[in-house]
């Protein structure tokens, strides 16, 4: 099992970071009151309240330990399942398969917990999903046989095990990584793919004018999506000396992983919404909207970084 280490000046040093932003950030709205006072900023005070309490959370758990990372993890993963499926149609004769569905959540975060990396990487993608089929065949019902199986499946992948492997950066050998182990790797990736959304946002502000997917997400434009993987990838560069093993041009590769990755799960998710015709996936987060609203970068850039950062070091 993994053993709860003391924070290291490293790690403490970028939480400064984080929340030094997080100050400027709040003064932001003041700023812009009293410059334009006809404008509306309460969305904008919202997001950022709302990120100071993600925030304090988040931290929290880095520097109390291990465990509550993991459990942190393991109930962001049941909220944004739970999330997911209040938006699919799922069947009646589908209840008894869900109970299972949310079982594997514990079982799939134990398997980080015992650095378990064999099981961990395919107890989802083979026997969840061999085993949820089978036991939603035995409800007799085959209309929508093929819908139910595929929605829940993606809702497990997408929601669970790709996040895992956020989680996972927990569970790596902590000698590999001198300048924080498992915490520091875990803050590098979560602050880098946020910091791209709003990176992403402010460039598409500014400058944005040509669409990328007008059809789905008609506020990302090119200059949007470039200016923020550019502005991602130098500060994975500036972080990656700070916080991870990564050489300087390995950052630069993990800024760029970050940024696409992050740009394409935002995307995907928008897709989903747009299927179900709604805007945001809930209200939970003031400012933001739903769980989905805000783990949908995360959701590819965290498997994608993961095994890039495996790859080359472990």
Not at 45 to 73: D, Y
Not at 81 to 93: D, G, Q, W
Not at 262 to 290: C, E, N, Q, W, Y
């Amino acid at each position: 099992m993994i053993a709860a280490v003391e924070p290291s000046p490293s790690l403490l040093y970028a939480l400064g970071g984080v929340f030094a932003i997080l100050v400027i950030a709040s003064i932001v709205p003041t700023v812009l009151r009293r410059w334009r006072p006809r404008g509306d900023y309460t969305e904008l005070s919202q997001r950022v309240r709302t990120w100071w309490i993600m925030a304090c959370v988040f931290a929290l758990a880095l520097v109390v330990g291990r465990v509550a990372s993991l459990v942190l993890f393991g109930f962001l993963s049941f909220l944004a399942l739970k999330e997911y499926l209040s938006l699919i149609p799922t069947r009646r004769a589908d209840r008894r398969a869900l109970f299972w569905a949310y079982l594997a959540i514990p079982v799939q975060y134990v398997w980080v917990g015992m650095e378990w990396y064999g099981m961990f990487i395919i107890f989802i993608p083979v026997y969840v999903f061999l085993f949820l089929p089978m036991r939603m065949m035995l409800s007799g019902e085959t209309k929508g046989f093929l819908r139910a199986t595929g929605t829940l499946h993606w809702g497990l992948m997408t929601m669970v095990f790709s996040l895992s492997h956020a989680a996972y950066l927990l569970a790596l050998p902590g000698e590999k990584n001198p300048n924080g182990g498992g915490a520091a790797l875990l803050l590098f990736l979560v602050f880098l793919t946020e910091f791209n959304d709003v990176a992403q946002y402010v460039w598409g502000k500014l400058f944005g004018r040509r669409k990328v997917v007008p059809s789905i997400s008609p506020g990302k434009t090119w200059a949007g999506l470039v200016g923020g993987v550019l502005t991602t990838t130098a500060l994975a560069t500036l972080l990656g000396g700070l916080l991870t093993p990564l050489t300087r041009v390995q950052s630069v590769g993990a800024g760029l992983i970050i940024g696409l990755a992050g740009f394409a799960g935002d995307v995907v998710v928008s897709s989903l919404k747009r299927d179900l015709g709604i805007k945001d996936s809930g209200t939970m987060l003031p400012g933001h909207g739903g769980i989905l609203d805000r783990i949908d970068s995360l959701s590819y850039a965290a498997p994608l970084f993961f095994h890039y950062l495996y790859y080359l070091h472990y």
